[in-house]
């Protein structure tokens, strides 16, 4: 891809966290997976992952898509 992401949009509707997923991954591979020098990344992801599995459950009890998020939209 011309921006150098891996996944396309329809994957970043899906999963809101992609962006710190590919962060992280891309810290392990810079510090030759030494996942202590990526712990900011995987507190990122799972923050992320955590905000969007609650909003998804909240827009399960609504009746509402679970792929729009609102996670990571400032």
Same mark, same amino acid.
């Given at each position: 891809m011309a921006d150098g992401r891996r996944f396309g949009d329809a994957s970043?509707?899906?999963?809101?966290?992609? %962006? %710190?997923s590919e962060a992280s991954m891309?810290?392990?591979v810079e510090n030759s997976y030494?996942?202590?020098k990526?712990?900011?990344y995987? %507190?990122?992801y799972r923050e992320c992952k955590?905000?969007?599995n609650k909003e998804k459950a909240e827009r399960r009890r609504?009746?509402?898509p679970q792929y729009e998020s609102s996670v990571?939209?400032?």
């Amino acid at each position: 891809m011309a921006d150098g992401r891996r996944f396309g949009d329809a994957s970043r509707k899906m999963n809101p966290c992609m %962006e %710190e997923s590919e962060a992280s991954m891309k810290c392990l591979v810079e510090n030759s997976y030494d996942k202590s020098k990526c712990t900011i990344y995987f %507190e990122a992801y799972r923050e992320c992952k955590r905000a969007w599995n609650k909003e998804k459950a909240e827009r399960r009890r609504q009746g509402l898509p679970q792929y729009e998020s609102s996670v990571n939209k400032i």
